[in-house]
């Protein structure tokens, strides 16, 4: 069992860096797989990114690959997603989701947390 607790989110402009990071807690950490979701208003929960357990492999979302990176330190138990270049459709709340393995995680069945705002404007 894991809970997840985000942070990083904030109002930013087109072009500009962001660094979400994801606490977990739970003495399993280390064997989960995790990933970042996204919900814009109006929009379904979308994809960004996960990550394996081990760190490799990592999938992107064809509309944040190149500009997102996301990772892992086991020791902090925590996850990160690195955003850069954010464009105005990148605007929405980040979540982070927690599973067994990248399935889980891809299947939209793990764990979430509460979500953080990013805006981006033009």
């Known amino acids: 069992q894991v809970q997840l607790v985000e942070s990083g989110g904030g109002l930013v402009q087109t072009g500009d860096s962001l660094r979400l990071a994801c606490a977990a807690s739970?003495?399993?950490?280390?064997?989960?797989?995790m990933g970042w979701f996204r919900q814009a208003p109006g929009k379904e929960r979308e994809f960004v990114a996960s990550i394996s357990w081990s760190g490799f492999p990592t999938n992107y979302a064809d509309s944040v690959k190149g500009r997102f990176t996301i990772s892992r330190d086991n020791a902090k138990n925590t996850v990160y997603l690195q955003m850069n270049s954010l464009k105005p459709d990148d605007t929405a709340v980040y979540y982070c989701?927690?599973?067994?393995?990248?399935?889980?995680?891809?299947?939209?069945?793990?764990?979430w947390g509460q979500g953080t705002q990013v805006t981006v404007s033009s």
């Open positions: 739970g003495r399993t950490f280390s064997s989960y797989a």
């Open positions: 989701t927690a599973g067994r393995s990248v399935t889980v995680v891809a299947s939209r069945l793990g764990s």
